[in-house]
T-cell receptor, first 120, second 116 residues
Framework: AQTVTQSQPEMSVQEAETVTLSCTYD???????LFWYKQPPSRQMILVIR??????QNATENRFSVNFQKAAKSFSLKISDSQLGDAAMYFC?????????????????FGTGTRLQVTL | GAGVSQSPRYKVAKRGQDVALRCDPI?????LFWYQQALGQGPEFLTY????????KSGLPSDRFFAERPEGSVSTLKIQRTQQEDSAVYLC??????????????FGDGTRLSIL
């Protein structure tokens, strides 16, 4: 079974500074996707960034970037130039990528989350 | 619609009552997922539909949980004889037809269920 571990229940960062959120995962699959989702108090899960395991290049989306270490099964999120609006719960998630087209979709497996506070 | 719509936003029920939670996916989205998010935890998968077919219900915690999507659009998650451990946020997500797990899932705001 696949598991996702986030070892930091809470993190704090000052506005305009950089923060890194950690995530490790365990899987026996060779191909998969990894995600970071943001969940503000409104509860809606918002996709922040996605990484395909078969790609060596780390994904970036504006101020958000990842450090993907496949051998170590590590997937950290770096937020640069932090803003007050970045304050939220952040969840790391995993999804199997089938080798062949299966006609069906796989579920997301989430970690327990990291609460990010942004201070002035 | 513009996004995934879930109702009610909050539901309070007494232990033993039956509840029904509704999910209205984005128009044209064939794939629909239900997740359960306990307090302080990440969401956990419950079940998956492709159109009206329930292709995966491996995450349903007991036979008290039942989901349907009879016309391949709106889905209802029903919980019978509710218990306190059913208290959680129930999230619905939809995506375009997803044959290769490649499509992003779009989430609703969830229903917060509290069992007294």
């Amino acid at each position: 079974a696949q598991t996702v571990t986030q070892s930091q229940p809470e993190m704090s960062v000052q506005e305009a500074e950089t923060v890194t959120l950690s995530c490790t995962y365990d899987t026996s699959e060779s191909d998969y996707y990894l995600f970071w989702y943001k969940q503000p108090p409104s509860r809606q899960m918002i996709l922040v960034i996605r990484q395909e395991a078969y790609k060596q290049q780390n994904a970036t989306e504006n101020r958000f970037s990842v450090n993907f270490q496949k051998a170590a099964k590590s997937f950290s999120l770096k937020i640069s130039d932090s803003q007050l609006g970045d304050a939220a719960m952040y969840f790391c998630a995993y999804r199997i990528r089938p080798v062949a087209v299966t006609g069906t979709a796989s579920k997301l497996t989430f970690g327990t989350g990291t609460r990010l506070q942004v201070t002035l | 619609g513009a996004g995934v719509s879930q109702s009610p936003r909050y539901k309070v029920a007494k232990r033993g009552q039956d509840v029904a939670l509704r999910c209205d996916p984005i128009s044209g989205h064939v794939s629909l997922f239900w997740y359960q998010q306990a307090l302080g935890q990440g969401p956990e998968f419950l079940t998956y539909f492709q159109n009206e077919a329930q292709l995966d219900k491996s995450g349903l915690p007991s036979d008290r949980f039942f989901a349907e999507r009879p016309e391949g659009s709106v889905s209802t998650l029903k919980i019978q004889r509710t218990q306190q451990e059913d208290s959680a946020v129930y999230l619905c997500a939809s995506s375009l037809l997803d044959r290769n797990s490649n499509q992003p899932q779009h989430f609703g705001d969830g229903t917060r269920l509290s069992i007294l």
